[in-house]
């Protein structure tokens, strides 16, 4: 019973210290992800003294987390990003993987002097973006990309392991068998996989959302209806040999994108549970392996990192993305946020369990390789997006948001804002606010009174307002009402300039009025027509300079620029 209690005691003080270590990590900037390896290090043998060496163990555990995070992923996919970023990241997932794999591991196979179909399961097994990873940094540093390169990245990352899986168990089998060539049977393994993968993962997430839909439960059981329905999915799918990660990404996807019941609940809680399951997940690895190991191969492990990040993995996206419109600063910040996490380790342990002669020297290089990825691509990550100029005024998203339960309406929420002198409707009177289709102003709060819309003629500081609204419609009246208090780096004037024009102004127009030169061919175009000209897919943030005047995408409706900043140029 001591023991019992002891363990309880340590399991409850391990959580608190990593939880609490987010602190430190914002302060020194350092990836959450990695403070949790490290610790999960200092625990085991050359630290604390704990040993964990049940590969069957890690496995089971690191795949489990894997689902959960990627279902937590899908969750907070929207389909409305697909718009600029499904083609490019399919490339990326697909023919970047192939890639990055290949040429990491002819790198490796010269390095480590192995032969070539080990070299390139070294590949293989590095040769993906980790979900966690990426997810965990991107939302840590707050950082708010232009849709086109984060909507690329997030859905990317969650896509592109289970060709990872893939190649790193086909290397593994001919390895295993004898053989040295890959044949045509290499395909269809490769279209059963994904092909079953993307099957049910759709099928299964429109399945879990009619069944949530369905059945009548407690507000605190559709979050573990839906994670159960996730887990189901993703073993079912891998049971039968199809890609149980793939399956599971995007039934989270599929989920997220329809009306629910008791949506908000299944968000906060798998958002809490992926949080507990990368915790659990980096202090496991951690635990696998002993600093002391990873000295042998250090000199190694280290020039093939260097080769996956500055090498590798840019060659990878500027092929994967030339048919795409993505500039140079926006390739190489997606090259850049190519950060390897707990897939490469996990995909590490299949050689051990496989019993692949030198599997622990190929654990320990890839697991110096995501250190050192870590270290230099998530502890730069903010820096490399400013010098880049990939972010744009963030929208904090200060509502508080409770989900109503209503019979047949479950996708209203109670949406609640507190006024600021710059938000657009301080000093206006909330009968008079032109408010989006289907919102509701229900109430306000003053100096801790409940006051009637009716009883308020105008907002001020420090007012709490509550209005009724479908949940699609929280982005627009963000808009009304959340201040964004950015740097002066990223402020509303600074960045997006002085005026803001109609996307429909003619250009010709626009030239005479400001005294720039209309290129050749501008004639006869509006703002919104010679920006998808020029980016195809524009996003908020794409900017074009004429002469004297820069334009910048402002916001977007429809995919139409309703709104563009003009910046005077000095």
Same mark, same amino acid.
């Given at each position: 019973?001591?023991?019992?209690?002891?363990?309880? @005691?340590?399991?409850?003080?391990?959580?608190?210290? &990593?939880?609490?270590?987010?602190?430190?990590? #914002?302060?020194? %900037?350092?990836? =959450?992800?990695?403070?949790?390896?490290?610790? $999960?290090?200092?625990?085991?043998?050359?630290?604390?003294?704990?040993?964990?060496?049940?590969?069957?163990?890690?496995?089971?555990?690191?795949?489990?987390? =894997?689902?959960?995070?990627?279902?937590?992923?899908?969750?907070?996919?929207?389909? &409305?990003?697909?718009?600029?970023?499904?083609?490019?990241?399919?490339?990326?997932?697909?023919?970047?993987?192939?890639?990055?794999? *290949?040429?990491? %591991?002819?790198? #490796?196979?010269?390095?480590? %002097?192995?032969?070539?179909?080990?070299?390139l399961l070294m590949g293989a097994i590095v040769g993906s973006?980790?979900?966690?990873?990426?997810? &965990?940094?991107?939302?840590?540093?707050?950082?708010?990309?232009?849709?086109?390169?984060?909507?690329?990245?997030?859905?990317?990352?969650?896509?592109?392991?289970?060709?990872?899986?893939?190649?790193?168990?086909?290397?593994?089998?001919?390895?295993?068998?004898?053989?040295? +060539?890959?044949?045509?049977?290499?395909?269809?393994?490769?279209?059963?996989?994904?092909?079953? $993968?993307?099957? =049910?993962?759709?099928?299964?997430?429109?399945?879990?959302?009619?069944?949530?839909?369905?059945?009548?439960?407690?507000?605190?059981?559709?979050?573990?209806?839906?994670?159960?329905?996730?887990? @189901?999915?993703?073993?079912?799918?891998?049971?039968?040999?199809?890609?149980?990660?793939?399956?599971?990404?995007?039934?989270?996807?599929?989920?997220?994108?329809?009306?629910?019941?008791?949506?908000?609940?299944? =968000?906060?809680?798998?958002?809490?549970?992926?949080?507990?399951?990368?915790?659990?997940?980096?202090?496991?690895?951690?635990?696998?392996?002993?600093?002391?190991?990873?000295?042998?191969?250090?000199?190694?492990?280290?020039?093939?990192?260097?080769?996956?990040?500055?090498?590798?993995?840019?060659?990878? /996206?500027?092929?994967?993305?030339?048919?795409?419109?993505?500039?140079? !600063?926006?390739? #190489?910040?997606?090259?850049?946020?190519?950060?390897? *996490?707990?897939?490469?380790?996990?995909?590490?342990?299949?050689?051990?369990?496989?019993?692949?002669?030198?599997?622990?020297?190929?654990?320990?290089?890839?697991?110096?390789?995501?250190?050192?990825?870590?270290?230099?691509?998530?502890?730069?990550?903010?820096?490399? #997006?400013?010098?880049?100029?990939?972010?744009?005024?963030?929208?904090?998203?200060?509502?508080?948001?409770?989900?109503?339960?209503?019979?047949?309406?479950?996708?209203?929420?109670?949406?609640?804002?507190?006024?600021?002198?710059?938000?657009?409707?301080? *000093?206006?009177?909330?009968?008079?606010?032109?408010?989006?289709? *289907? /919102?509701?102003?229900a109430l306000l709060l003053r100096n801790r009174e409940i006051?009637?819309?009716?009883?308020?003629? !105008?907002?001020?500081?420090?007012?709490?307002?509550?209005?009724?609204?479908?949940?699609?419609?929280?982005?627009?009246?963000? +808009?009304?009402?959340?201040?964004?208090?950015?740097?002066? +780096?990223?402020?509303?004037?600074?960045?997006?300039?002085?005026?803001?024009?109609?996307?429909?102004?003619?250009?010709?127009?626009?030239?005479?009025?400001?005294?720039?030169?209309?290129?050749?061919?501008?004639?006869?175009?509006?703002?919104?027509?010679?920006?998808?000209?020029?980016?195809?897919q524009p996003v908020v943030g794409d900017r074009v300079e004429?002469?004297?005047?820069?334009?910048?995408? !402002?916001?977007?409706?429809?995919? !139409?620029? /309703?709104?563009?900043?003009?910046?005077?140029?000095?």
């Amino acid at each position: 019973m001591d023991i019992s209690n002891q363990v309880i @005691l340590f399991t409850g003080l391990l959580f608190l210290v &990593s939880i609490l270590a987010s602190i430190l990590s #914002a302060r020194l %900037g350092a990836p =959450l992800l990695l403070v949790f390896l490290v610790l $999960g290090m200092a625990l085991g043998e050359d630290g604390f003294g704990l040993v964990f060496q049940d590969i069957q163990m890690a496995h089971l555990i690191g795949s489990l987390a =894997l689902a959960i995070i990627l279902f937590d992923g899908g969750l907070n996919t929207q389909t &409305s990003s697909f718009r600029v970023g499904l083609k490019p990241a399919i490339s990326l997932a697909t023919v970047g993987v192939v890639i990055t794999a *290949g040429i990491t %591991g002819l790198i #490796a196979t010269y390095v480590l %002097g192995l032969p070539l179909i080990y070299g390139l399961l070294m590949g293989a097994i590095v040769g993906s973006t980790d979900a966690a990873a990426v997810f &965990s940094l991107l939302h840590t540093a707050k950082l708010e990309l232009k849709q086109r390169v984060g909507a690329t990245l997030e859905i990317e990352s969650g896509s592109n392991d289970p060709m990872a899986i893939f190649l790193t168990v086909v290397l593994i089998e001919l390895i295993v068998s004898g053989h040295t +060539r890959v044949d045509f049977i290499v395909l269809i393994e490769f279209l059963r996989q994904m092909g079953l $993968g993307g099957l =049910l993962g759709v099928l299964g997430g429109i399945a879990a959302a009619r069944l949530i839909n369905a059945v009548p439960l407690s507000a605190g059981l559709y979050p573990l209806l839906a994670m159960s329905l996730g887990l @189901l999915i993703f073993g079912l799918t891998s049971v039968i040999g199809g890609s149980g990660f793939l399956a599971v990404y995007l039934a989270g996807i599929m989920l997220s994108n329809r009306r629910v019941q008791s949506s908000q609940n299944i =968000l906060r809680f798998h958002n809490g549970l992926a949080w507990m399951s990368q915790i659990i997940m980096f202090l496991m690895l951690g635990l696998l392996v002993a600093p002391s190991e990873l000295i042998p191969t250090s000199l190694e492990a280290l020039f093939i990192a260097i080769a996956l990040i500055f090498i590798a993995r840019p060659i990878a /996206v500027v092929i994967s993305l030339l048919p795409f419109q993505f500039s140079w !600063r926006e390739q #190489a910040f997606i090259s850049w946020v190519g950060l390897r *996490g707990a897939v490469p380790i996990i995909l590490a342990i299949f050689p051990l369990l496989a019993g692949v002669v030198g599997a622990e020297m190929l654990f320990n290089v890839a697991f110096f390789v995501v250190l050192v990825s870590l270290v230099v691509q998530g502890w730069s990550l903010t820096l490399v #997006a400013r010098w880049l100029k990939v972010e744009i005024p963030p929208n904090d998203n200060l509502a508080q948001r409770l989900e109503l339960d209503l019979p047949g309406q479950p996708d209203y929420e109670l949406v609640g804002y507190r006024i600021t002198e710059d938000a657009s409707v301080f *000093g206006r009177s909330p009968l008079k606010v032109n408010y989006p289709e *289907g /919102v509701k102003p229900a109430l306000l709060l003053r100096n801790r009174e409940i006051l009637g819309i009716d009883e308020v003629d !105008r907002l001020e500081e420090g007012d709490a307002i509550y209005l009724a609204a479908p949940r699609s419609m929280v982005d627009e009246i963000d +808009r009304l009402f959340v201040s964004i208090k950015a740097t002066s +780096r990223l402020a509303d004037k600074q960045f997006f300039g002085e005026f803001v024009i109609n996307g429909d102004t003619s250009l010709q127009n626009l030239s005479l009025m400001y005294g720039f030169t209309l290129p050749e061919d501008a004639h006869n175009l509006s703002l919104h027509d010679y920006l998808c000209r020029k980016f195809n897919q524009p996003v908020v943030g794409d900017r074009v300079e004429m002469g004297t005047v820069e334009f910048v995408v !402002r916001e977007m409706e429809n995919e !139409r620029c /309703v709104k563009v900043g003009l910046k005077l140029v000095l």
